[in-house]
């Protein structure tokens, strides 16, 4: 008997309307925070002196047992952390387009992964490569306020193998 695995696929992430990949993910009831964990959560207590703090990363965190304790893979491998403590894996620098799909283990894996996957793990699915160009764009506006958000992904399927390119800028002005 394994633990039972959340599925997010292109479909899902796409119906949620959220643009960014820490977006998708919070709205997931077994990722209770993103980044640093909080002290009513059980996790590690965000302070001026954590250098996760400073690190303004996005880390899934199942279960309140902060980021460390959460795994993250990309197509089942793991990957390089980042932060300023270089303790965590931030999936928000991977644009929602070049996703296929998120697969969230929110029970412990660790008999599996070793222990920075007490809580569970974070699979992010890259999308295969195929032929084409796709461009996605987003614009909003306030009182005072714009902002836009542009993402072209490209492909080239060659038959025995493939590349698939993807770029995204966001930029909102600040708020008055």
Known sequence: ?????????????????????ADIL????????????????GGSTQATSDLNALSFNKSPNLRGFGPQATLSLVNGHRVPYDGAAMNTFDG???????????????DGTSANYGADAISGT???VMRAPCTGLEVYGQYGTADDQNSYQVTAVGGYDWGSGGI???YQHAHSDRLR
């Open 164 to 166: 698939v390119v993807s």
């Open 26 to 41: 919070a709205k997931v009831p077994a990722v209770l925070t993103l980044g640093s964990g909080n002290a009513y959560s």
């Open 122 to 124: 974070v699979n992010y």
């Open 1 to 21: 008997v394994g633990s039972s695995v959340i599925q997010r696929d292109q479909e899902s992430m796409t119906k949620t309307g959220q643009l960014s990949t």
């Open 92 to 106: 928000d620098n991977i644009p929602v387009q070049m996703l296929q799909r998120i697969d969230i283990v929110a």
